[in-house]
């Protein structure tokens, strides 16, 4: 069984940072490229960044550039999201997902989720 467990939020305040984890189970980690989505209330699910099976590649979407940094230890299962700078823009449930194909295609795995609230 697939498992992605995602922990590292909170309420935090603007200009501060959090890391987010997400760890992998019941699954060869290292052959998926792996995401980071977030989905704010009342809002569609949007894509935040991704990192290809060995960490070579990245993508991140505009309004995060230069402020997050995703990154993956594949001998610990784990992608990671570091998050700088963050702006109450950013509050939202953040999510983890896995693909066998690096920004092609669907995603196979999803975490739960978990909550970042960022105050002004």
């Known amino acids: 069984q697939v498992q992605l467990v995602e922990s590292g939020g909170g309420l935090v305040q603007a200009g501060d940072s959090l890391r987010l984890s997400c760890a992998a189970s019941g699954l060869t980690f290292s052959s998926y490229a792996m995401g980071w989505f977030r989905q704010a209330p009342g809002k569609e699910r949007d894509f935040i960044a991704a990192i290809d099976w060995i960490a070579f590649r990245t993508s991140y979407t505009d309004s995060v550039k230069g402020r997050f940094t995703i990154s993956r230890d594949n001998a610990k299962n784990t992608v990671y999201l570091q998050m700088n700078s963050l702006k109450p823009e950013d509050t939202a449930d953040y999510y983890c997902?896995?693909?066998?194909?690096?920004?092609?295609?669907?995603?196979?795995?999803w975490g739960q989720g978990t909550q970042v609230t960022v105050s002004s």
């Open positions: 997902a896995a693909s066998r194909l690096f920004l092609r295609g669907t995603y196979d795995y």
